[in-house]
């Protein structure tokens, strides 16, 4: 009865047969679930794509897989997703599922579905005006780990908010993270660092990856980073299709192709293989899958307009916009790039991280040619945007994304186009009927 109340309220993306459904028992969720290996994936930076390559990884395996297309990543709108993908005697139509929990969430869905792994990315300070901090953020993920002690936590070893998750709890860890030897990234921020959290010293560092992600230890304690289970011990080349790399676990080391490029898109590669062998399957059908992972919706994306590659790649904080710059900044070709900002609710209203964002190194990049600013609050980001040095000739202020699309539509090099979360929406829209791309829900 309730799928098919579920049916007739329809899906693409809302919550409402969720509510229904958790009207009539509020731990429905509970009931697909049980016959279900799950893994969550939650985290600041890189929830969609690691979810995405999980799911490749778990469908090239061979095995049935059920991912949320929507972007639901509450229990009303995760409730809804799974309780639609079910038969007419309510048993589910996949045996595996990938899903993306919100940090908050993460306390609800996980008790109701007991997740096979937990697979926690990052954690960066993200939308300043809903936890507060960093650490508060951690503080919700671990009320939801508590509720979990069976899961296997897939945990980020050179992040040291994420390592703190695996302090005081009875769960097994499986550690990804990248060797010293990988090397600098060139943006060191340590302001989310936070404190050792055994005797609250500051840490000291061996090496740095990118941010607070290194070789961390407490020098007063002697607590530090774990060795990774999953270590990527090279990059050895990266350019717009993806990464070369050589990977190691189960003491067996391989070169793999990553097809998503940038450094980050190598720790979510590591935290895909980490997550595929907390279900106990061989890590070479991950290692295997990554060389043939598709972009998820706005990340790394690729389009063609008038002979020409836009690449988008969605930024929501200064971590993520930083090294998004890192990215287009090894690009070593003349590029564009059109940056687009809004504060709409699905952005957080609070966009201050743009002080905090090392706009300086795009704009000091020799290769860069022309800057199209657009958004709610393109005014705003012009005016950071010569505050870190851009040229005013260079650049230009747009209000209408298919005025902008015209535009581009003339360019001569590659564009990359770095939106955040609603503008990537609007973006979006503007380049589908030029480019094909499809909208998230087809
Ligand atoms: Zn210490």
């Known amino acids: ?69 929507s972007g639901a990543n509450l229990l009303h709108g995760i409730t809804s997703d799974l309780l639609c993908d079910t038969n007419w005697l309510g048993k ?18 996980a008790p109701l579905i007991h997740p096979k792994a937990i697979v926690v990315t990052n954690l960066f300070t993200d939308q300043a005006d809903r936890f507060g901090s960093v650490e508060n953020t951690r503080k919700e993920i671990k009320k939801g780990i508590l509720l979990s002690p069976d899961s296997v936590l897939v945990l980020n070893a050179q992040d040291t908010q994420s390592a703190a998750l695996a302090l005081g709890v009875p769960n097994k860890v499986i550690w990804y993270g990248l060797d010293g030897s990988v090397g600098e990234q060139g943006d060191v921020d340590l302001s989310d660092a936070g404190k050792c959290p055994k005797c609250g010293s500051a840490y000291e560092y ?50 793999v192709f990553v097809a998503l490029p940038a450094v980050y898109n190598v720790y979510n590669a590591a935290a895909c293989v980490g997550a595929i062998k907390a279900m106990g399957l061989p890590a070479s059908e991950a290692i295997q899958s990554l060389a043939t992972v598709q972009s998820a919706f706005g990340r790394m994306e690729t389009f063609e307009l008038g002979g020409n590659v ?39 209203h609070d966009f201050s991280w743009i002080e905090n964002t090392d706009y300086e190194k795009l704009c000091a990049d020799p290769h860069l040619q022309k800057l199209y600013v657009c958004g709610d609050r393109a005014q705003d ?30 360019e001569t090099c590659t564009t990359f186009l770095l939106p955040n979360y609603t503008a990537m929406m609007e973006l979006r829209m503007a380049l589908s009927p030029k480019t094909g791309n499809k909208e998230f829900w087809e």
Request: glycine share 8%.
């Open 1 to 69: 009865m309730i799928r098919t109340v579920l049916r007739k309220t329809g899906r693409g993306g809302t919550a409402l047969p969720g509510t229904v459904a958790m009207k009539i028992s509020r731990n429905i969720l509970s009931v697909p679930a049980k016959d279900m290996e799950i893994v969550l994936v939650t985290g600041t930076n890189g929830k969609t794509t690691t979810c995405n390559m999980i799911e490749h990884a778990l469908t090239d395996g061979g095995h049935d897989c059920h991912r949320d297309k």
């Open 92 to 109: 589910p139509n996949s045996h595996y599922a990938v899903l993306e929990v919100d940090e908050a969430a993460l306390k609800q869905v």
């Open 310 to 348: 836009l690449q988008m790649i969605l930024v929501k904080n200064p971590a993520g916009c930083n090294q998004a710059f890192t990215y287009v900044t090894s690009f070593g070709d003349p590029f564009n790039a059109v940056l687009c900002l809004n504060n709409r609710t699905g952005d957080g």
């Open 206 to 255: 061996d090496y740095h990856i990118y941010a607070h992600l290194g070789g961390f230890r407490c020098p007063k304690c002697g607590y530090a980073h774990h060795e990774p289970d999953v270590t990527v011990t090279s990059i050895d080349k990266m350019d717009t299709s993806g990464s070369t790399i050589h990977l190691r676990t189960d003491g067996k080391e391989e070169e």
């Open 381 to 410: 980001l012009y005016d950071r945007l010569l505050r870190a040095g851009a040229h005013q000739e260079n650049m230009e202020l747009v209000t209408d994304y298919s005025k902008l699309v015209d535009e581009l539509e003339q």
